[in-house]
């Protein structure tokens, strides 16, 4: 079974710097994607970027980022300026081969002004 | 764009009812899942549905829990006897093809069993 760790339970970060969130995964699978996904408290679930694991370059959404080591299994998003409404819980997800997602337990991130 | 859909946004419910949870998918999507989320825990995975039958379900979901597409629309999970433990957000997702594209989610249904 898939399982996926994310080791920051909560992160806060000055407006306008970048600040970097954690995940890693296990898994035997050589294709699979991961995502994160942005949980304000609204409670909805926003996908901020995703990741094909075939692909070595890393994905790019505007000011998000992520860093995807592969044979690490290790998968960080980059939130570059960061603003205030960045503020919410980040979960990390892995998807397999039979389209089956799991998620990290989430980083709650604040944004201070 | 298409977005998912789901009602109620919330549901008050007393302990041993029957609730049923609405989701309506993206038109040209195949595969639906339904999510849990404890407040101020993870989001977990509870029951995948593909083809009009169940692909996959986790432990959580037990005989309490069922699924269906009655009209071909709608898909919803039933709790047919809610217990305290069941209070949560509970997600729709939704999928369109087979080669591991992205899930997206409804904006869930808040359930509290009292």
């Known amino acids: 079974a898939q399982t996926v760790t994310q080791s920051q339970p909560e992160m806060s970060v000055q407006e306008a710097e970048t600040v970097t969130l954690s995940c890693t995964y296990d898994?035997?699978?050589?294709?699979?994607?991961l995502f994160w996904y942005k949980q304000p408290p609204s409670r909805q679930m926003i996908l901020v970027i995703r990741?094909?694991?075939?692909?070595?370059q890393n994905a790019t959404e505007n000011r998000f980022s992520v860093n995807f080591q592969k044979a690490a299994k290790s998968f960080s998003l980059k939130i570059s300026d960061s603003q205030l409404g960045d503020t919410a819980m980040y979960f990390c997800a892995f998807m397999n081969n039979n389209n089956d997602m799991r998620f990290g337990a989430g980083t709650r991130l604040t944004v201070k002004p | 764009e298409p977005e998912v859909t789901q009602t109620p946004s919330h549901q008050v419910t007393q302990m041993g009812q029957e609730v049923i949870l609405r989701c309506v998918p993206i038109?040209?999507?195949?595969?639906f899942y339904w999510y849990r989320q404890i407040l101020g825990q993870k989001v977990e995975f509870l029951v995948s549905f593909y083809n009009n039958e169940i692909s996959e379900k986790s432990e959580i979901f037990d005989d309490q829990f069922s699924v269906e597409r009655p009209d071909g629309s709608n898909f919803t999970l039933k709790i047919r006897s809610t217990k305290l433990e069941d209070s949560a957000m509970y997600f729709c997702?939704?999928?369109?093809?087979?080669?591991?594209?992205?899930?997206?989610f409804g904006p869930g249904t808040r359930l509290l069993v009292l």
């Open positions: 038109s040209n999507h195949l595969y």
């Open positions: 990741q094909e694991a075939y692909k070595q």
């Open positions: 997702a939704t999928l369109r093809g087979a080669h591991q594209e992205t899930q997206y």
């Open positions: 898994t035997s699978e050589s294709n699979y994607y």
